[in-house]
């Protein structure tokens, strides 16, 4: 995912603008990010519910609500800001990067402090 953000910011940066517009430049990154979003979906879910098997829909639920919400306020953040579309779309990538980096890092400091709601 930092790879496609990456070389898309660089691309709308440093390319000239009738290179810019070319199916490669937007694409080979939008596919490498996609793909990395591919391969971090599945055990960033499998951990988000590891914790709660015995409320496995409820988590599931969560789990899932927090991504549209969390989709829906990065599409925003695109839209709004004063961007080229290309660059806009670049900055919200690598956001969510660094939030999944983020993530991982902090689920690996609070293990095991996690205690079931009753």
């Keep these: 995912m930092l790879l496609g953000a990456v070389s898309l910011t660089l691309g709308v940066s440093f390319l000239p603008a009738e290179m810019q517009n070319t199916w ?3 694409m080979l990154p939008v596919a490498c990010a996609c ?3 591919a391969f971090m979906m ?6 988000a519910l590891e914790p709660y098997s015995n409320e496995a829909g409820v988590a599931s639920a969560l789990v899932g609500s927090v991504q549209m919400a969390g989709g829906a306020a990065l599409g925003l953040l695109a839209m709004a800001l ?3 579309p290309k660059l806009s779309l670049a900055l919200v990538m690598l956001v969510g990067c660094l939030l ?5 890092y902090a689920s690996k400091s609070i293990k095991g402090t996690l205690i079931k709601i009753q």
Excluded: D, E, F, K
């Design 35 to 37: 793909a990395g979003l």
């Design 100 to 104: 999944a980096l983020r993530a991982r």
């Design 82 to 84: 004063p961007l080229p």
């Design 42 to 47: 599945g055990p960033a879910t499998s951990y």
């Design 24 to 26: 490669w430049a937007y």
